[in-house]
């Protein structure tokens, strides 16, 4: 995976972004992804005035929140998919957007380590980047079970 990551807030830790870039290139190799080594996407960490800013612009939602994910490859009404593939273009999944203020407060109210809470929310992110939601009962279920699987089998249990 090529992976750039921008902490915007200057309050991230070179462990917190080894972190993140490990867990993310974890993620990747999960058997029903199928992502090539050469897949590319963003995490960018920002305050929670910045990620309200972006909610309420791209969602309607007047709110700070946790995490945002911008997956390139939603397709709208008429939109056409393309595998650039083909052309020795690399896949670009997308962004994440981390909220480093929503880590910490929800880290503290789950009563876990903001290392967890980092992780759980990098993790969520990339599977929307990846087209999973948890729109429906069944897309939940299959989206969190594969979501704890990651963190279990990478070692970031509750």
């Known amino acids: 995976m090529d992976i750039t990551i921008v902490d915007k807030t200057k309050k991230i830790t070179d462990t917190q972004l080894k972190l993140t870039s490990d867990i993310i290139e974890f993620a990747s190799k999960e058997s029903t992804l199928d992502l090539a ?32 994910s911008f997956a390139l490859e939603d397709e709208g009404i008429d939109e056409l998919s393309v595998d650039f593939s083909e052309f020795g273009i690399p896949r670009n999944l997308g962004d994440i957007i981390v909220s480093v203020e929503k880590v910490a407060e929800q880290a503290a109210e789950f ?31 299959e989206m969190f079970g594969l979501q704890r699987k990651i963190l279990d089998d990478y070692g970031l249990k509750r």
């Open 37 to 68: 080594d050469d897949t590319e996407m963003s995490v960018t960490f920002v305050t929670n005035e910045e990620i309200h800013t972006i909610n309420r612009q791209y969602r309607d939602k007047n709110a700070p929140t946790d995490v945002i």
């Open 111 to 141: 009563n876990h380590s903001f290392e967890r809470e980092l992780g759980f929310l990098v993790v969520h992110g990339f599977l929307h980047l990846n087209g999973f939601d948890h729109m429906t009962e069944l897309d939940e279920k």
